[in-house]
């Protein structure tokens, strides 16, 4: 059903290279500029951009050295990077040189998942997606259609099929990560945490970090802070299974039984509460059902967490006194990836609730209030009127999902309810590793009758579609202007630096043509990306030219805490902050939150965590080799008792059996003293299966793939993944 | 004459290999191959352990065995901050200098020379830092003449708990590590 004849190919294609010519007539003079410019001038240049190997986006400067890619460095002017780059980005040069990128588009030529294709032109990959989507409009409705996108270079794409008729468009970002935080802070302070995070570590006099591995994670700014609130000799207090290197600067660490956060959390606020140590002013001013609050905790006593946790309850009241001693400027840093065990959103809420106590919302060493630089958007015509509602929350299933559910859409495009998904079109996310139960994803792939990925590199995600388009790295490509709330209001540009070396192309040009296939012209009004930044940033009484040779600008100066004079406000239905939540209550959820005990590993089988490694982003950078040449693999640690009894040697390989019985890839041991006997961890990422990765192939082990359980969060539809369990299989 | 060394403050380390990254693409070090590394040092036994991340690298020892050992002559002292270098044209790649580093700080590039850290002495006269130490996103590197006792790196020597690396070998080697 999906084959198109060789003949139709042909004729197709005739119509398009001409298409192609007439595209290409539209921008000789960019095209030509950038050659003359670049490749013929010797010596250095240097030109500004910002990255894109994680979601960050922080500002860098390219060089260029006798017209070849030399390196990349931090912008100076940039708030994100301080002209600081983390590894990934200092290594983003080599997603440029990478051998096993995606060159041309690729339709495929056998059953889904076989990775078998032919090289086509983009013309011929276009009439492909148009056909297919034109008929699925016609048979189901555009909202058939569905988008998964990670990072701003989907906003093109995104604007193609809005414009198309979908509202069907969704990220990992927010059920597989961040959604429980945000949802848990929105029903506390009225407002989401946000990305960047609006944490004030650098003016921090006490930061908690549960489960965050800062410095491992390695989201630059927060890095950045991390390091000078130890150099201001801040109380670190990290609570995590593990002993991370954030915990090595910890003065005090508790090594928590995995999942039982919120028992420890409930109990800290206990000791806060009965000790009245928290802002009283604080709380009486912005507090709402303090007093049911203080109720409810009061049976959480130190003593009563203690089996629960493992932590001393003498330690529990210390660290809670501590953290009392520093307010307002103590943060318990809510996390990023937060989709755990199912219980999140309440365990979220219970952080928030222990910052609200700290009163440590709005002021300094605690929460900022973000501002961000304002530019007018794009003047285009509206979009069409959704006939139906979204897919991925029917009913409002998840109440308080503030967010599009990935895994909602997967359900309906597995279940064709509530209404029929027939294509999916991913951009720049490995849906594959990023969502959980491998298996549910392909039931769901095979519903479909088109499949579109654009990327570039060949993830596995791309192994299962009929149509993979590649994409200009960032280095190559304009992509929309960038500004982010943080501390001050900056915008960024990106810009090519050096050309795409085969037939990648940019995001906006894949967008634009395709919409102009569907006959969605009028949705582009603009020839090409630079009319489009040009005209935005006229509005701003800037120009292209002129953001080209800065990279950056800086907005106004805005206060950012209570004490700038932010005026304390909280979107909540009461609008205050609410210890107890009346609408959790009346939506039959827990209005305090309540500690639920996990399930426990069976004998013989352990826990299965995954985090980061600083040098590596999701799955998207194994086949980087100046990222590879740092780590090509992940290892399982396991803790030395453990690995005693197991017979198992440092750096040996074995292979990781679920509960379910799937086998892992082999991976390497590692032996250590930094982890709790009753969980192993790894890094995620690794253990890459997509045949076209042919560096990253086979290095490693995959969590995701051992992740076929998860539990979903009532709230807000997260997924928890940290209620895995594996044992170990040697290898013969 | 100034003498320039290290100062690398592992309390703020995180081992994030920036560094490491910097001083490849600075220096278009071959793939397989590294200048700089990270080594994790774990103390104890679960839960009370410490860790120490050290950023190592060539320590352009002031009793120079690598250089004795030369027999070209390519293994010499740089006039300039009496950094520790090879000269390329010179080295024939015998490793007679990579057997005597106590440090395992060279490697054979694969164009047949020793190859190793220079301080990024091509950056350091022209005013800039190594590219390990200009990059690093936690400031945890300093680098300076250790003759000049109001320089950064002399201050955090006089100041601070440091340890240099395998010091028993008597080569003297000027990175110092905070602790």
Redesign the interface.
């Known amino acids: 059903m999906n084959s198109i004849s060789r003949r139709k190919f042909l004729k197709i294609s005739g119509f398009t290279v001409g298409a192609a010519a007439a595209v290409s007539a539209i921008s000789p003079v960019i095209k030509g500029a950038k050659k003359i410019n670049k490749e013929k001038i010797k010596g250095i240049q240097k030109i500004p951009t910002y990255c894109d190997i994680c979601f960050w986006k922080c500002g860098a400067i390219a060089y260029l050295k006798d017209g070849k890619l ?5 912008h100076p002017e940039d708030p994100l990077s301080k002209g ?4 990934r980005g ?2 983003g ?1 080599g997603a440029y040189s990478d051998p096993d990128r995606l060159r041309s588009p690729l339709i495929r030529t056998r059953e889904r998942g076989k990775e078998e294709w032919k090289e086509v032109t983009w013309g011929e990959a276009f009439d492909y997606i148009a056909e297919k989507m034109n008929k699925i409009k016609a048979q189901y409705g555009p909202e058939a259609v569905a988008f998964f996108a990670h990072g701003i270079g989907g906003n093109f794409l995104k604007h193609t099929l809005n414009a198309f008729g979908t509202q069907n468009i969704s990220a990992p970002s927010f059920a597989q990560c961040r959604g429980p935080r945000d949802v848990g802070f929105e029903l506390t302070f009225g407002d989401a945490i946000g990305s960047p995070e609006r944490t004030d570590i650098e003016n921090s006099k006490c930061l908690v970090l549960i489960g965050s591995h ?3 994670n ?1 989201h ?1 700014s927060q ?2 802070e ?2 000078t609130a ?2 201001k000799d801040a109380t670190i207090i990290v609570v995590d299974p593990r ?1 991370s ?5 910890a003065k005090y ?1 508790l ?1 928590i039984k995995p999942g039982t956060d919120t028992a420890l959390l409930l109990a800290w606020m206990n000791v806060i509460v009965s000790e009245k140590l928290y802002d009283v002013d604080y709380v009486t001013k912005f507090g709402f059902g303090f007093e049911q609050f203080a109720a409810e905790i009061s049976q959480y006593t130190p003593e009563w967490a203690y089996p629960e946790t493992g932590i001393d309850p003498e330690l529990i009241r210390t660290t809670a006194r501590v953290m009392s001693q520093h307010k307002p400027a103590t943060l318990i840093h809510p996390g990023r990836h937060t989709t755990w065990y199912g219980d999140d959103t309440q365990r979220s809420r219970a952080i928030a609730l222990l910052n609200a106590l700290m009163g440590s919302w709005g002021r300094k060493g605690g929460f900022f209030f973000p501002t961000k630089f304002s530019i007018p958007g794009y003047p285009y015509p509206a979009y069409p009127e959704p006939a139906k509602p979204k897919v991925d929350n029917p009913n409002k299933k998840y109440p308080f999902a503030s967010e599009e559910i990935t895994t909602g859409v997967r359900d309906a495009t597995i279940t064709g309810k509530p209404y029929p998904i027939k294509s999916w079109f991913v951009y720049a996310t490995n849906l594959m590793n990023a969502l959980p139960n491998e298996e549910e994803t392909i039931k769901a792939i095979q519903n479909l009758d088109l499949m579109v990925v654009v990327d570039v590199i060949p993830s596995e995600i791309a192994g299962w579609a009929d149509v993979v388009l590649p994409e200009s790295i960032y280095l190559e490509r304009y992509d929309d202007l960038h500004s982010s709330p943080f501390k001050e209001q900056f915008l960024g540009i990106r810009q090519p630096v050096v050309d795409s070396p085969n037939d990648q192309k940019p995001n906006w040009w894949i967008a634009k043509k395709l919409a102009e296939k569907l006959g969605l012209g009028n949705y582009y009004p603009w020839n090409d990306i630079e009319e489009y930044l040009d005209f935005r940033l006229k509005k701003i009484g800037m120009s292209l030219e002129e953001m080209k040779k800065k990279g950056i600008i800086h907005g106004n100066k805005a206060p950012i805490y209570f004490e700038e004079g932010i005026v304390p406000e909280f979107a909540t239905p009461s609008g205050k902050i609410e210890f107890y939540s009346p609408q959790l209550a009346e939506a039959g959820f827990d209005p305090v939150p309540k500690y639920k005990r996990p399930e426990q590993p069976p004998s013989g089988y352990f826990r299965l965590l995954f985090g980061r490694a ?2 590596h982003s999701f799955s998207r950078t194994q086949s980087n ?3 590879m ?3 090509e693999e992940n290892e399982i640690w396991v ?2 008792d453990v690995a005693n009894r197991f017979g198992l040697k440092n750096a040996q390989h074995v292979r990781l059996k679920n509960q379910d019985g799937v086998v892992s890839n082999k991976i390497k041991v590692k032996i ?6 009753d969980c192993v961890y790894m890094v995620h990422g690794f253990g890459h299966n997509s045949k076209m990765l042919k560096g990253a192939f086979g290095k490693g082990a995959s969590d995701a793939q051992l992740i076929t359980k998860y539990k979903t969060d009532p709230l807000m539809g997260g997924t928890a993944m940290n209620v895995n369990f594996v044992t170990f299989e040697m290898e013969a | 004459m100034a003498r320039y060394g290290m100062v690398i403050d592992t309390k703020k380390c995180v081992g994030c290999m920036d560094c490491v990254v910097a001083c490849k693409t600075e220096n278009n070090v071959p793939e397989g191959h590294n200048r700089d590394w990270i080594v994790t040092v774990v103390n104890g036994k679960f839960p009370t352990v410490n860790l120490e991340i050290q950023s190592q690298r060539c320590n352009h020892c002031d009793n120079t065995p690598c250089v004795a050992c030369c027999p070209t002559g390519a293994s010499h002292v740089h006039e300039v901050g009496k950094v520790v270098l090879v000269e390329h044209n010179m080295c024939i790649g015998c490793k007679a200098c990579l057997a005597a580093c106590p440090y395992d700080a060279r490697f054979i590039n694969p164009e047949g020379y020793a190859d190793k850290c220079t301080f990024c002495i091509h950056r350091v006269e022209k005013g800039e830092l190594p590219a390990c130490v200009s990059v690093c996103p936690t400031h945890c590197m300093s680098f300076g003449d250790l003759d000049d006792p109001n320089s950064e790196v002399s201050r955090l020597i006089a100041s601070r708990k440091n340890h240099q690396l395998i010091p028993e070998a008597g080569t003297q080697p000027r990175i110092f590590y905070l602790t």
């Open positions: 030399w390196k990349i460095e931090g600081r780059l983390c590894p200092t290594g040069i800062l410095g491992e390695m630059n890095v950045q991390f390091a130890v150099q002993f290197v954030a915990a090595s600067k660490y090594p600083p040098v080799r100046i990222l040449d740092m780590m803790n030395e250590t003293e930094r982890i709790r006997p």
